[in-house]
């Protein structure tokens, strides 16, 4: 018996998956979401061995919710649009079932579970997601009593918050269950620079460098001001020709 979550913003495709499980009753599903952030909370309260994914979803996408996991199930994505075929087999995906799709086309992928050859399925959980080096365009954080998405573009710098990290735009803070050290490597390195063991900034935030002793000031463009440890003014040293 294999776990089964369906992730998909339209009820019909939500439904039509769970019409065409009827008839493989070695797929048990466990659970549903129709947007990425509760798919996100779903696939790592079940741990499912399965998830049809869809691809185009507001706020977050198939390919971002599953730089979110803790693990990596198997993939099947479910989608609209044919554009995202490659990637799709980039993170390993089982198959790519393009809508509309008949219950043939359906059976075929599922029969591509029981294929063990590397061809058709290739160990995820233990793999980085991407054969190449990528980094989410968004990321989930706490606001208040919910979770929102924050475009990583509209980062100004990130702060260490106990096990937490703060995460802080040109207006607010964000919390993220996330250490800092964890968010470095989730972030673009050419973007995102470590200052202090408690500070990560974004360098397009940076509006000033000023010297400070044998270290600097970032002064960003809301004014905020950030202070490099001397132990990381070498980095800054680097960028500055």
């Not at 599953?66 to 995202?84: G, N, R, V």
Request: glycine share 4%.
């Amino acid at each position: 018996m294999k776990k089964v979550v369906i992730v998909d913003d339209e009820k019909s495709g939500r439904t039509l998956i769970k019409e065409y499980l009827e008839y493989h009753k070695e797929l048990i599903l466990v659970g549903e979401a129709n947007n990425g952030v509760d798919a996100i909370k779903i696939i790592n309260e079940f741990k499912p061995d399965l998830v049809f994914m869809d691809i185009q979803m507001p706020g977050l996408t198939g390919f971002d919710v599953l730089e979110h996991l803790d693990e990596i199930p198997t993939i099947i994505f479910s989608t609209a649009y044919d554009k995202y075929a490659l990637k799709a087999f980039e993170v390993h995906a089982v198959d790519y079932l393009l809508k509309p799709y008949t219950k043939e086309r359906f059976d075929k992928a599922i029969s591509k579970l029981k294929d063990n050859s590397p061809s058709h399925i290739v160990p995820l959980a233990n793999e980085h997601i991407l054969s190449k080096p990528t980094f989410p365009d968004r990321i989930i954080v706490e606001k208040g009593t919910k979770y929102v998405t924050l475009a990583t573009a509209d980062i100004n710098y990130i702060e260490a918050y106990g096990s937490y990290s703060k995460i802080y735009d040109a207006k607010e803070g964000y919390l993220s269950n996330r250490g800092i050290s964890q968010l470095e490597e989730k972030l673009n390195p050419e973007q995102f620079l470590r200052i202090h063991r408690s500070v990560i900034v974004n360098l397009l935030s940076i509006k000033e460098v000023s010297k400070y002793g044998k270290s600097y000031i970032l002064i960003l463009k809301n004014n905020q001001k950030l202070k490099v440890s001397r132990s990381y003014a070498n980095k800054i040293k680097e960028l500055i020709l």
